[in-house]
Structure formats: C-alpha cells, structure tokens
C-alpha cells in the first residue's frame, strides 16, 4: 500500500486546514488509518488513528476537540480535519496505514506516506 498526503501549508492561529491521504496498490479498506506528526528536534507522535470500520477511533489529548479523523474506503482516502489550529500543532504530518489498529496507535505501523507539512503562525 503506498500513501500520498496532501493539504499542508501555513495558516494563521485559529484557523483550519484538512489533509487528505489517498492509498493506492493494495486493499484499503480493510486497514486501520491514522496520521502522526514530528516537529522539528521533537519526536514523532500519534495525533488520530480510526479502525478500518470507524468503530474504534483515537486522538491525543492536545488534539481532541479540534481535529477529526475520518475516511472513504470507496475513495481509498483519510482525511484529518483540524480546525483551531495552534502554533505547536506545527510539524510535518504523515498518514500511516496497518491491518492492525493498535499499530497504527502505537507507531508501528507498515505503511507510511511521505509527509505533509503544516505551518501554524502566532
């Protein structure tokens, strides 16, 4: 499965932008999906994860209210709507793809897309 992201770019304190992912060469709709980040001299984190049927969804605390993960298996595609945003959600943003939930949740996924980066001004 590879994963190309897209929809980064700068914005303002308090504004929105919406990354999208869209998977091609394998079977999609059968993996769970999730999107991490990693700022510059930080270390790479969990922002959204969601199961492969929505049913079981994840964000880390410093996101939750603010972002929505979501995903159209008939498009191939996952989606992170993040509104508010804040000058500490900068950072270069990857969605990741694994037949295993906890997998994605925990990093260790086996298919990561390149990144897309998200800059967020005061």
């Given at each position: 499965?590879q994963?190309?992201?897209s929809?980064?770019?700068?914005?303002q304190?308090?504004?929105?932008?919406?990354l999208?992912?869209?998977?091609s060469?394998?079977?999609?709709s059968?993996?769970a999906?999730?999107?991490?980040?990693?700022a510059?001299?930080?270390?790479r984190?969990?922002?959204?994860?969601?199961?492969?049927?929505e049913?079981?969804t994840?964000?880390?605390?410093?996101?939750?209210?603010?972002?929505?993960?979501?995903?159209?298996?008939?498009?191939?595609?996952?989606?992170?709507?993040?509104?508010?945003?804040?000058?500490?959600?900068?950072?270069?943003?990857?969605?990741v793809?694994?037949?295993?939930?906890?997998?994605v949740v925990?990093?260790?996924?086996?298919?990561?897309?390149?990144?897309?980066?998200?800059?967020?001004s005061?």
């Amino acid at each position: 499965v590879q994963l190309q992201a897209s929809g980064g770019g700068l914005v303002q304190a308090g504004g929105f932008l919406r990354l999208s992912c869209v998977a091609s060469g394998g079977t999609f709709s059968n993996q769970a999906v999730g999107w991490f980040r990693q700022a510059p001299g930080k270390e790479r984190e969990s922002v959204a994860a969601t199961s492969w049927s929505e049913g079981f969804t994840y964000y880390r605390d410093s996101v939750k209210g603010r972002f929505t993960i979501s995903r159209d298996n008939d498009k191939n595609m996952v989606f992170l709507q993040m509104d508010t945003l804040r000058p500490e959600d900068t950072a270069q943003y990857y969605c990741v793809a694994d037949p295993g939930y906890r997998a994605v949740v925990g990093g260790t996924a086996t298919y990561w897309g390149q990144g897309t980066l998200v800059t967020v001004s005061s």
